[in-house]
DNA sequence: GCAAAAGTGTTCTTTGTACACCCATGG
DNA sequence: CCATGGGTGTACAAAGAACACTTTTGC
């Protein structure tokens, strides 16, 4: 049985998620994906395609599920976050394009892919509940307003810019960095960088960060 | 590179989450196990490997993660949660022996089987929090007592009564049989019976169901 | 001086948690 | 009659959600 290994690479750009494809010479547009041959094993199988794809180094990602495809194939799908500002992409050898495509506007896909992008998606916005995911999403400095409007944007709502400011600097997320910039018109913001750590560290070690229910159910 | 599916079935029996292991003669004690050829993919090779192992049939798993081993193998794992009373076990074809062992003492197992096993309890105590999973581990019909139980052995500590009562009732997960048990000594429990529904179907519809913020973190 | 974005606290509602007593049965 | 587990409601604390105004800049 063949095993692949496919990534399905979110960014946020101008308010809006995008997913990363490549396309061959007149193929079908499709995840960065490759065989999990090599040294380091899926974890390092999923980096490698990205980079082969797009020329895009040291990303993080995180094992979605696995998908079996007629019986003949797996998929270890991936998902992976970056800010497409700071990683600029070009097309990796054997490819003819790569391209930030909306979330919601994706060209056909090859097949199978069209799950891996939606069970990403859905496993993105249940984290952004309770991790910090906007901060890979963002670059090294950015504004509080800058990371409300990512959240903004997985969300698919609204949020109240002072309960955002509050939730964030409480959990100890990001950290300021003394730095000011003027956007252009409005008072200038203070720039922030992510803190490391992870959510759910409150001083009394009681909460408990929270998940969408559906959020780790296997795709449909 | 070889696929194999692996299964770490659980149960709770007189106060101990145990979990189900076999054996081929004079071998190593391990997990359901089999390869995911054959007709309808991972799923339901998940589902005959314990069938083959242990004689169980129409168990519900869910995929866990996949694990790749020393760049050769790779290895997707299930849980499965069971009633062990309603399932007796018999070793299959090629088992010698088949057994319930208590978590906290396992035999030696096979390579990379202890982080399944490590890895899916983590899942199981992380869905406590937010799926009805003590559903899975109860007869058909049952008493609060009996399912608060389980909760308690999942969770590690004790629960309130009245507020489990309260919650559970309240979240629609089981519903009255009608029917009372008496077991011993004591008023006898009313008996309940899964209501199908899962979690987080309150009447608001923003209720958000919750999990331990390590619940779907990669295993280490 | 006005448009635009940043920054700051308080109130209210909901959820979670702690807690005490009576009820029905077996022995 | 008493030991054992089943069943019921209320008070307090914490978290989340809603909400208005002042500050700093570009134009």
Redesign the pocket.
């Known amino acids: 049985m063949r095993v692949r290994v496919e990534v399905a690479v979110f960014t946020v750009r101008r308010g809006v998620l995008e997913v990363l494809l490549g396309r061959r010479g007149g193929g079908t547009w499709s995840l960065a994906a490759t065989g999990p041959d090599g040294a380091g094993g899926l974890d390092a199988a999923a980096t490698r395609a990205v980079e082969d794809m797009a020329g895009i180094r040291s990303i993080t990602t995180e094992q979605l599920y696995t998908f079996d495809r007629a019986g003949e194939e797996v998929a270890v799908a991936y998902l992976a976050l970056i800010d497409a500002g700071r990683h600029p992409i070009s097309p990796g050898q054997d490819v003819a394009e790569v391209r930030w495509f909306a979330h919601d506007d994706l060209p056909s896909l090859e097949e199978g892919q069209p799950a891996v992008v939606a069970y990403g998606l859905q496993r993105l916005r249940a984290k952004t509940s309770y991790a910090p995911v906007a901060v890979n999403l963002l670059p090294d400095l950015f ?3 800058e990371m409300q409007a990512v959240y903004e944007v997985l969300l698919g709502r609204g949020l ?4 955002f ?3 964030v600097l409480r959990a100890g997320v990001v950290e300021e960095s003394g730095e000011v910039r ?9 720039l922030y960088r992510s803190a490391g750590g992870h959510f759910a560290v ?1 001083a ?1 070690e ?2 408990v960060a ?1 998940a969408i229910s559906s959020g780790d159910d296997p795709p449909a």
């Open positions: 504004t509080l307003g109240d810019a002072r309960n400011r509050r939730d003027a956007e252009g018109r409005g008072r200038p913001a203070r409150d009394r009681r909460r929270r």
